[in-house]
């Protein structure tokens, strides 16, 4: 007879309690929330009470050999959680104990407990320059020593013994019996592992009913989405080796289609699923096969009693066929939240698979009605939500994206846990909140090492803050993970052109025009190269590719604009400008019109008409008053020479964006400095910019525009303050990063300001130098432009 099952232990310390089958902490019998990773840290500490537990202890725990993951980071993150919700100081701990350069070691005092409430205590460690006395002295058996031997008393060991060689003999034949079984066991298909890929084919729908032939293809990749062990092939992934096989991108994926597909990504498997109508019931079958032998791994088959029952049953079926394919049940009990907390309706589900697909294949902005139709069908669906604030927050409508943002993540707990950290990153994303969007980050890498995504978003970060060769190492991962979008190697140009690597940048553009023709950001980016290379056949050809394209066709006017600008051809710049803002107001992307308005408000302030500035301003502020287009509003008035409006613009903005990281720590003190010039005080200016060093060289959001304001603005300080030789070197500073303020119209003002600051040192050659430099930019420019007339007077006295 078996002996019957222990009760489960517990473990306690302190004032809490962790429950280590069923991964609960508690706290005076309250439930702590405390992510899977930084528990697993935690029960690790736990088994070694008193012991060092090394970093790479750690990572192996975390990650096995996986090699796509920044251990560092993630284990920080788990350390830092479980010092929070212990409410632990890393200088004076009383549970965990930093080791320098070596790792971790818990130092409380345990209590292990069964239900029984039978205490096993187990000694506090004895700690260097601990001279208390150890509770357990040699040759004494601990209190769980004694524990154990009570379960084995001499009388049963002895009968264990005198069976000994009648068991042996048994073990033989038992053992023939296990070979025989094993035979048969090595026959059948393997389980999948945690670095195994499986691709997700199309349903195969005879009911009829169309709804079903996108909805439940989406419903399983959001089931099979939040497994932290399964790795589904990412559309980005499949899209491009579509291509490869002659096939259109999106186009539908068969099982044979999803066979060769997974052959050529080096997949594991496919997931194959069908429904079909029984009477007034559905069936469900999903069948993973073996790519190579098309051997079946697992197979699922229910019933569904309605329509409104299909996806509760696929919830069913999908965690069935994640613990037949090999993944631990705790892990699909604890990543098991049903479809339905995504959405309860089908028709949400359908418009919102449209609406990426539409994204992917024809631009942010065609995929928005998709989207809203499918909020308009479950107001609840904070995904589809988040897929708003996404399109709108690439459309550069910043206003709209925050609205979306905050409504999904109000309801960040309706959906999966991956859902919930995709949400919870773009709202974080939207609000600036650079600190806790890397927490979000960071936690996201840890549950779910294989995902491309916050590797892309960390480089986005570390390229706001001018940090451009991390933010090419976060990419290359992306590009280990998966082949990456359009948008993905649109920053990775960007990054090789603020590194002063064109070539680089166009291998990367190249390659990303041949994989994603009809990405937007790459052709924008591919006209800056152009730009920076003097290719204008190249500039023309984007500026013609984007024509007629809602969202796009505005962004490439507004890049000519700004490229008129830059050589002095002033008349032509506004006509693009204009252009653009007509083009955004069609699309009906008013925020959009609006900053181009007031882009070219700036322009004409940096050029001497404040009065064309001021009334721009005033037009775009009607137009759409939004958070970039008062930032760029403020700045335009600063510039020319408005400090009271650009000071009240400037207040509302912190008053409304407390937690916006970029705001705080460039694009406000720059506007600050531009006030403190307009009112005479360049100390004053001196002293905003002082916050924005470590950061000056970055591309901060929204926009690549603007960019090098922090050094143009002190280099005119130094200038006020008669330093010339301090004014040269930052307009110097501006004129040797060309890949990072490409063609703003800062540029060639910079070769002005730099003669400015050499005639102020007594250095005449240096300044002649400079102004021909600017003069011979603007060749070609509209000769009324004050600033010009200002030049050549200025130059004229030189001589």
């Known amino acids: 007879?078996?002996?019957?099952?222990?009760?489960?232990?517990?473990?306690?310390?302190?004032?809490?309690e962790l429950n280590a089958e069923t991964g609960e902490l508690r706290k005076a019998g309250l439930s702590l929330k405390i992510?899977?990773?930084?528990?697993?840290?935690?029960?690790?500490l736990l088994e070694r009470p008193g012991q060092i537990v090394s970093r790479s202890e750690i990572q192996q725990c975390l990650w096995g050999d996986n090699t796509f993951v920044d251990f560092d980071a993630g284990i920080n993150f788990c350390i830092k959680q479980i010092r929070d919700v212990l409410a632990d100081d890393a200088e004076s701990p009383r549970y965990v104990e930093t080791i320098?350069?070596?790792?971790?070691?818990f130092i409380a005092q345990l209590k292990h407990v069964d239900s029984r409430e039978r205490v096993i205590s187990f000694p506090r460690p004895q700690l260097p320059g601990d001279t208390s006395k150890p509770s357990i002295q040699p040759n004494e058996e601990s209190p769980a020593s004694r524990e154990i031997h009570a379960l084995h008393p001499p009388a049963l060991q002895h009968g264990l013994r005198k069976n000994a060689l009648r068991n042996a003999i048994g073990a033989a034949f038992l053992a023939a019996a296990l070979i025989a079984s094993a035979i048969v066991y090595f026959r059948r298909p393997p389980k999948l592992t945690e670095k195994d890929t499986v691709v997700l084919a199309d349903f195969s729908n005879t009911t009829g009913d169309p709804v079903f032939d996108d909805a439940l293809k989406q419903a399983l990749a959001v089931e099979l989405g939040q497994s932290p062990f399964l790795n589904v092939l990412s559309d980005a992934k499949a899209n491009e080796t579509l291509k490869m096989m002659g096939r259109p991108a999106n186009s539908r994926v068969t099982p044979d289609v999803a066979r060769e597909l997974c052959q050529r990504t080096g997949s594991k498997a496919l997931l194959a699923g069908s429904i079909s109508s029984l009477g007034s019931h559905y069936v469900l079958d999903v069948n993973a096969l073996v790519c190579s032998t098309g051997e079946t791994l697992a197979k699922e088959q229910l019933q569904a009693a309605s329509k409104d029952d299909v996806l509760n049953s696929l919830s069913r079926a999908a965690s069935g066929l994640r613990a037949k394919l090999g993944e631990s049940l705790p892990s699909v009990q604890k990543f098991d939240v049903p479809v339905e907390a995504t959405t309860s309706s089908?028709?949400?589900?359908?418009?919102?698979?449209?609406g990426g697909r539409v994204a992917s294949e024809q631009g942010d902005a065609p995929s928005v009605p998709f989207y809203q139709r499918a909020i308009e069908l479950d107001p609840n669906f904070a995904m589809a939500y988040a897929g708003l604030a996404a399109r709108y927050n690439n459309l550069n409508e910043p206003s709209l994206a925050l609205e979306y943002a905050t409504k999904a993540y109000e309801l960040r707990d309706r959906g999966t846990e991956r859902e919930r950290l995709r949400i919870s990153a773009s709202y974080f994303r939207v609000t600036g909140e650079v600190e806790k969007l890397e927490q979000v980050l960071e936690l996201w890498i840890a549950d779910y090492p294989r995902d491309s995504a916050p590797h892309?978003?960390?480089?986005?970060?570390?390229?706001?803050?001018?940090?451009?060769?991390?933010?090419?190492?976060?990419?290359?991962?992306?590009?280990q993970l998966e082949s990456g979008d359009g948008s993905l190697f649109a920053n990775l140009g960007a990054a090789y052109l603020a590194l002063g690597r064109p070539d680089a940048a166009m291998s990367i553009l190249n390659q990303a025009q041949s994989n994603n023709p009809g990405s937007a950001d790459v052709h924008w980016m591919m006209y800056y190269l152009a730009f920076l290379q003097g290719d204008t056949t190249q500039m023309a050809q984007q500026v013609a590719w984007a024509a007629g394209k809602p969202g796009d066709e505005d962004w490439l006017l507004a890049a000519q604009s700004d490229t008129e600008a830059f050589y002095g051809r002033l008349s032509s710049a506004r006509d693009f400008s204009r252009r653009a803002v007509d083009s955004a107001f069609r699309a009906d992307n008013k925020e959009v019109a609006a900053l181009w308005r007031v882009m070219a408000a700036l322009r004409e302030a940096e050029f001497g008409d404040a009065a064309e500035a001021k009334r721009e301003v005033r037009e775009a502020l009607a137009l759409a008053p939004g958070r970039n287009v008062k930032l760029f509003a403020a700045l335009a008035l600063a510039r020319a020479g408005d400090p009271s409006e650009a000071q009240a613009l400037a207040g509302e903005l912190e008053k409304n964006y407390p937690g916006n990281t970029v705001l705080k720590v460039y694009r406000l003190p720059s506007v600050n400095a531009a006030i403190a010039l307009s009112r005479g005080d360049p100390s004053q200016a001196l002293a905003q910019l002082d916050i924005v060093k470590p950061y000056e060289l970055g591309q901060p959001t929204p926009t690549p525009f603007a960019t090098l304001y922090p050094p143009y603005l002190r280099g005119q300080a130094y200038l006020s303050l008669h330093d010339g030789a301090a004014a040269a070197a930052e307009f110097q500073k501006v004129l040797d990063h060309p890949g990072i303020i490409l063609n703003f119209p800062l540029a060639p003002l910079a070769h002005l300001q730099l003669a400015r600051a050499y005639a102020l040192s007594?250095?005449?050659?240096?300044?002649?130098?400079?102004?021909?430099?600017?003069?011979?930019?603007?060749?070609?420019?509209?000769?009324?432009i004050p600033i010009l007339k200002q030049a050549k007077s200025d130059y004229a006295r030189l001589k």
């Open 35 to 44: 992510h899977p990773q930084p528990f697993r840290v935690l029960l690790l």
């Open 762 to 784: 007594g250095d005449t050659p240096k300044a002649k130098s400079a102004y021909q430099d600017f003069l011979t930019l603007w060749n070609s420019a509209d000769p009324e």
């Open 456 to 479: 892309g978003r960390l480089g986005v970060n570390r390229l706001y803050m001018g940090q451009y060769e991390k933010a090419l190492a976060e990419w290359q991962k992306v590009l």
């Open 346 to 354: 089908l028709e949400a589900l359908k418009y919102f698979s449209m």
């Open 1 to 16: 007879m078996a002996s019957p099952a222990r009760p489960p232990m517990v473990i306690r310390f302190g004032e809490f």
């Open 100 to 105: 320098p350069r070596r790792g971790y070691r």
